[in-house]
């Protein structure tokens, strides 16, 4: 079964975050070694969000920025194809953006058409 992990980052603090971009790569390995891994990649900075919604009348509005403000941001995201939810919430846990006040959180792809 197909899962997305949703990798949010927490605003900048004052300690110094334990996560390295080897710890990022390390992990990217891991998952494409194991034959897990269906799809991913980081987004780009928060600065560069536009978001467009749409009215019943059909009036268009786009803002820059998010749709809602939260004390986490959406940094990046992966598409994995394991036997479970075990298993996905397992790479979840391995994940350093479970790290430094960060959290993943695991979706199941609906899989309509599959």
Request: hydrophobic fraction near 35%.
């Amino acid at each position: 079964m197909k899962y997305m992990l949703l990798i949010y980052t927490a605003p900048g603090g004052d300690t110094e975050p334990q996560c390295t971009f080897e710890d990022w790569q390390l992990y990217d390995k891991e998952m494409k070694d194991a034959g897990v891994w269906v799809s991913g990649d980081a987004l780009a900075d928060l600065s560069t969000t536009t978001t467009v919604r749409v009215s019943q009348s059909g009036e268009k509005t786009v803002t820059d920025g998010p749709f809602a403000e939260t004390r986490e941001i959406l940094g990046g995201y992966d598409v994995i194809d394991v036997p479970d939810l075990d298993a996905a919430l397992a790479w979840a846990a391995r994940c350093p953006g479970a790290r430094d006040g960060g959290s993943v959180e695991v979706r199941p792809l609906a899989g309509f058409g599959d």
